[in-house]
C-alpha cells in the first residue's frame, strides 16, 4: 500500500518515422486523400514492419485524431 509507487512503466516503443506516417494516413483521411492513404498503406506494406511498428503507426493516427477539426468561419451567413 505505497502512497508513492516506484515502479515506472516504460512507454511503449515508439518509432517516430512511422509515427510520422501514421499521423500523414490521419491527415490524408480528414481530407478525403484516397491516393495519399493508398501510398502510405503500400508504403508499409513494402516495408514489411513488426506489428510494434504498425502500433506506432496507429498511435500517430490517434495523436493527430484526437485534434478536434476546426470549423470554417460563418462569414456572411444570416440565419
Wanted: positive net charge; aromatic residues 6%; hydrophobic residues 30%.
Amino acid at each position: 500500500m505505497g502512497l508513492f509507487n516506484r515502479k515506472k512503466e516504460e512507454p511503449p516503443q515508439v518509432n517516430p518515422e512511422v509515427a510520422e506516417r501514421g499521423r500523414n494516413y490521419a491527415i490524408a483521411k480528414r481530407h478525403g486523400d484516397r491516393r495519399a492513404m493508398n501510398r502510405i498503406v503500400r508504403q508499409m506494406e513494402r516495408d514489411g514492419l513488426a506489428n510494434a511498428d504498425w502500433d506506432s503507426f496507429r498511435n500517430g493516427q490517434q495523436e493527430y485524431d484526437a485534434i478536434p477539426p476546426i470549423n470554417p468561419p460563418r462569414r456572411n451567413r444570416r440565419r
